[in-house]
């Protein structure tokens, strides 16, 4: 497939995850901010005027903020409506109490951090409705192509309720939604009322960086008064553990092959669409996201492109671990929580589905412990290609003993060398968080012609691939 179709493809598919934003009356407003400076403090208030009817305001309307603003304050009509202190993940303000019918001024003092920095929503939710990050996938693959999904749903509401909620399992094909499970209860709801829905799917299609299957959960809660709202959450069916021997995906071995990203919050999709497929070109399965945890939008890529995602946060306080396991959990890329080690049992508290690493520590580095001791007798460097393209190819190398059993000896440092019209584009070979007598590099052709790949460790004969 060509650059340019392939980068068309990539645009049509992230304009159909965004129409299936969650909740239904959920719009991105991050345009048309003025900003003005304070001379003395030099800080800058970002502002912009909201338009609402009286029937507008039936309805809860709040201001849902995504990115790195630590200190933050939102104001409407000169009256502070609330914020967020301390290491953000996301978080809402609600700006109903606030409003009047007309026009509106809502302030954002951002703490001096750059409007660009995160992504602003507006939603408007009936009184009864899905809460915020209220929707919990539960997704198990079973034998013979089935599945079990369970939907734990929180709801929001202003009193005592009788509520009809209706979820709708829709597969996404390639030209049309397809209707493949749904469930129907009433209840008596109150605010934070927790509904569980289980669903049972025939013909389960899996997620993988090579399946791109993915489904929506549509829900719509109709309160007793008539009201109806719809919160729309994207999912997809995978199994993902760390066994003794490796990380599996869907049953089957699978080699995370992993680029960190530190910047992970820019906004602009188009150009993450684009740095995304490069990545999955060059052979890359996976995303390392840090220190700052990723916009949701860059998940929802991550989710329709194919790459698996280590997500981050670096909050030390238990609400932005929450808050970033419920924003993310049904995100069918995130296969990791990486967390400060003290909130760990947050995130297993939280989604015991997946497994949580601390952050000190590299995705790279979650790999089974091997026996340590000197290189010997018997001791080799094995190399192998594990991805090759008409430009690009992968080599991992690995020391082993005569058992087959990793050598992590601190003597057992691997290096590169490239022969030939090509040269080393990349690797970890040095990486002091990568496991000693552990190294891949990315090798790039530059010419016409035999490429050969010597790897070499202290005192071990070199192993050379031919390309």
Not at 59 to 73: F, Q, S
Not at 325 to 346: G, K, T, Y
Request: glycine share 8%; net charge negative; aromatic share 6%.
């Amino acid at each position: 497939m060509d650059t340019v179709r392939t980068f068309a493809l990539a645009a049509a598919l992230l304009a159909a995850l965004t129409a299936a934003a969650q909740p239904a009356g959920r719009k991105p407003w991050d345009e048309g901010w003025a900003s003005s400076q304070d001379g003395s403090s030099q800080e800058v208030t970002y502002a912009k005027v909201l338009s609402v009817t009286s029937r507008d305001l039936r309805k809860d309307i709040r201001l849902e903020v995504d990115g790195l603003y630590p200190d933050a304050v939102v104001y409407v009509n000169g009256q502070e409506a609330g914020g967020r202190f301390g290491a953000s993940v996301s978080w809402a303000v609600e700006i109903t109490p606030f409003l009047v019918p007309g026009s509106n001024v809502i302030e954002m003092d951002l703490g001096g951090r750059p409007l660009e920095d995160g992504s602003v929503w507006l939603t408007s939710t009936e009184k009864t409705a899905v809460a915020l990050w209220g929707s919990a996938l539960s997704v198990q693959p079973a034998d013979e192509g089935t599945a079990r999904v369970t939907q734990r749903l929180t709801i929001r509401t202003d009193g005592l309720q009788v509520a009809d909620i209706h979820t709708l399992i829709l597969f996404r094909g390639a030209q049309r939604l397809q209707t493949v499970a749904e469930a129907r209860s009433t209840e008596r709801v109150y605010d934070g009322k927790e509904v569980v829905q289980s669903f049972d799917l025939l013909d389960a299609r899996l997620w993988s960086p090579e399946t791109l299957n993915l489904y929506i959960a549509r829900t719509t809660v109709e309160g007793a008064d008539g009201s109806k709202d719809v919160y729309e959450t994207t999912f997809g069916i995978r199994s993902a553990e760390f066994r003794a021997d490796g990380f599996y995906l869907n049953g089957k071995k699978t080699v995370p092959k992993a680029v960190r990203l530190e910047d992970s919050t820019s906004r602009d999709r188009d150009v993450w669409a684009r740095r995304l497929l490069v990545m999955k070109k060059l052979g890359c399965n996976t995303l390392e996201v840090g220190p700052n945890p990723p916009l949701p939008q860059l998940l929802d890529l991550c989710d329709a492109l194919g790459l698996m995602v280590a997500d981050t946060c670096p909050a030390a306080e238990e609400e932005g671990v929450v808050t970033l396991v419920r924003r993310d959990r049904n995100h069918p890329s995130v296969i990791l929580w990486n967390v400060p080690e003290a909130l760990a049992d947050i995130c297993r508290r939280e989604d015991p589905a997946r497994p949580v690493t601390d952050s000190v520590h590299r995705l790279d580095a979650v790999r089974p412990e091997r026996e340590t001791h000197p290189a010997g007798a018997g001791v080799k460097v094995v190399a192998s290609v594990d991805y090759k393209g008409e430009e690009l190819c992968f080599v991992t190398a690995q020391i082993l003993d005569r058992a087959g059993v990793g050598v992590t000896d601190a003597a057992s440092r691997i290096s590169f060398s490239v022969q030939g019209p090509a040269v080393l584009a990349g690797g970890d070979a040095g990486d002091p968080a990568l496991p000693f007598g552990m190294a891949s590099a990315l090798v790039r052709r530059t010419g016409e012609g035999p490429v050969t790949v010597t790897v070499m460790a202290k005192g071990l004969r070199k192993a050379v691939i031919t390309l």
